[in-house]
């Protein structure tokens, strides 16, 4: 298998991990996946980071795309740089959003919004590696805080509207 074949099938079964996640805990819970694929998927993610060709070619958002294809709603991609020592404000979350630490860690200290929840659902509190994802539905508070720089590729999705194309390509990558 060539090496742009093996970064596709990794790209898939990256994909599907969280397409996975997405379907059992839309609406239920936050939580955390660690996709196979990691290897290869977030290596080329960061080295997308920062490149500034046609919106059309790049890795980000084609990511984002994918994905929301998958699970039938716009993905909107964004870099995000955790600077050293940073500790954000909890920022309520308003629609479905995945959380993939590029390089460096982060920990996401999560609270339910409100009491719509089922039974057992309650704040979260993990350090996310670089590979690991965090699914964070809509009507949870997330603060973040690093000790060390950290890059992630914050996915943000939301219903698509009727003739809607399926990722935000206008998105700051």
């Known amino acids: 298998m060539d090496t742009a074949s093996a970064f596709e099938a990794d790209l898939e079964t990256f994909l599907t991990d969280m397409v996975w996640t997405f379907t059992t805990h839309c609406g239920r819970s936050a939580a955390v996946v660690w996709p196979r694929g990691e290897d290869t998927v977030v290596p080329a993610l960061i080295a997308a980071h920062g490149q500034h060709g046609p919106a059309r070619r790049h890795l980000a958002l084609d990511f984002a ?7 039938d709603h716009r993905t909107r991609a964004r870099y995000r740089t955790v600077a050293a020592g940073d500790s954000t404000e909890g920022t309520p979350v ?8 590029l390089r460096g860690a982060v920990e996401a200290r999560l609270t339910p919004l409100g009491t719509d929840w089922p039974a057992g659902v309650c704040g979260l509190r993990h350090r996310l590696r670089a590979g690991e994802v965090l699914f964070l539905p809509a009507g949870f508070n ?5 000790r060390s720089q950290a890059l992630v590729l914050e996915l943000t999705l ?6 809607q194309v399926a990722t935000d390509r206008g998105s700051p990558v």
């Open 65 to 71: 795309e994918r994905l929301g294809t998958l699970v």
């Open 94 to 101: 308003a629609a479905d959003t995945f959380l993939l630490p």
């Open 142 to 146: 997330c603060a973040l805080s690093t």
């Open 158 to 163: 939301s219903r698509r509207e009727p003739d």
